[in-house]
């Protein structure tokens, strides 16, 4: 199982699926916030199933 998602790439969805999460408790306090829990895995876990599908990958390549 190898990582498809890049150090930058993760940051930003790190950063994006906190804020959708904090949208639940904060602000609008609307339940689509929860939609934010999907870039928060693929961030931690540095895996995305939509890259593997289509075989992107934003990881830099080793020499």
Same mark, same amino acid.
Request: charged share 15%; with cysteine.
């Given at each position: =199982?190898?990582?498809?998602?890049?150090? =930058?790439?993760?940051?930003?969805?790190?950063?994006?699926?906190? +804020?959708?999460?904090? =949208?639940? /408790?904060?602000?609008?306090?609307?339940?689509?916030?929860?939609?934010?829990?999907?870039?928060?895995?693929?961030?931690?876990?540095?895996?995305?199933? +939509?890259?593997?599908? /289509?075989?992107?990958?934003?990881?830099?390549?080793?020499?």
């Amino acid at each position: =199982m190898s990582v498809n998602v890049g150090n =930058m790439d993760r940051i930003l969805r790190l950063v994006v699926g906190l +804020a959708l999460i904090a =949208m639940v /408790f904060v602000g609008p306090q609307t339940p689509w916030g929860w939609i934010g829990l999907v870039p928060l895995l693929t961030g931690l876990t540095r895996r995305c199933p +939509a890259y593997s599908i /289509f075989g992107l990958s934003t990881c830099q390549r080793r020499k």
